[in-house]
């Protein structure tokens, strides 16, 4: 019998690990590749997506890219996932640390809708772990739009497991 916890039980865990560890976690001494790796990376594992091709797929149908390369007004720039399926993008995440506070600040939810933007991406997930915002992209992004400018979702982390149904 296997007593390995399930998805669910696994992220109330990593949210409680987070919660536990707020106060580091926020510090600006704790960066973003470090969100990435400790909670980010696993939240998107635990709702399914195959993070770091176990699957062992070629390039072209890998589920995920790391710092996927897509053209933003000239300028070759890099979201931090691109997840896809059969090869084909389906929506970008743009991971922050976990001191950057998404629900108010501007400017990653700029930087988020123009990278959707520019690939024609209909919807696109900014997220620290500590919160989750789903955009709408179809919405130019202006530089002088504020952070709920097409925001259909967001989510602090403490809903995850309760949300646990629509975000798996």
Same mark, same amino acid.
């Given at each position: #019998?296997?007593? $390995?916890?399930?998805?669910?039980? $696994?992220?109330?865990?990593?949210?409680?690990?987070?919660?536990?560890?707020?106060? !580091?976690?926020?510090?600006?001494?704790?960066?973003?590749?470090?969100?990435?790796?400790?909670?980010?990376?696993?939240?998107?594992?635990?709702?399914?997506?195959? #993070?770091?091709?176990?699957?062992?797929?070629?390039? /072209?149908?890998?589920?995920?890219?790391?710092?996927? $390369?897509?053209?933003?007004?000239?300028?070759?720039?890099?979201?931090?996932?691109? @997840?896809?399926?059969?090869? !084909?993008?389906?929506?970008?995440?743009?991971?922050?640390?976990?001191?950057?506070?998404?629900?108010?600040?501007?400017?990653? /939810?700029?930087?988020?809708?123009?990278?959707?933007?520019?690939?024609?991406?209909?919807?696109?997930?900014?997220?620290?772990?500590?919160? @989750? /915002?789903?955009?709408?992209?179809?919405?130019?992004?202006?530089?002088?739009?504020?952070?709920?400018?097409?925001?259909?979702?967001?989510?602090?982390?403490?809903?995850? /497991?309760?949300?646990?149904?629509?975000l798996a």
């Amino acid at each position: #019998m296997n007593d $390995a916890p399930g998805p669910r039980e $696994a992220l109330e865990a990593l949210i409680e690990h987070f919660e536990q560890n707020l106060y !580091t976690l926020k510090s600006t001494q704790y960066n973003e590749t470090q969100a990435r790796r400790e909670f980010i990376d696993p939240f998107f594992t635990l709702l399914g997506w195959d #993070m770091d091709n176990r699957q062992g797929y070629a390039e /072209a149908y890998k589920d995920v890219i790391h710092e996927d $390369a897509i053209k933003v007004g000239g300028y070759t720039k890099a979201p931090d996932y691109c @997840f896809r399926i059969g090869g !084909t993008r389906k929506f970008f995440v743009e991971a922050k640390k976990p001191s950057v506070n998404l629900k108010d600040d501007p400017e990653p /939810a700029y930087q988020l809708r123009r990278y959707a933007w520019s690939a024609k991406l209909p919807l696109s997930i900014l997220t620290d772990f500590e919160e @989750f /915002a789903v955009y709408d992209c179809r919405i130019k992004p202006s530089p002088t739009d504020k952070a709920s400018v097409g925001r259909v979702r967001y989510l602090h982390c403490r809903d995850y /497991a309760k949300e646990w149904e629509s975000l798996a």
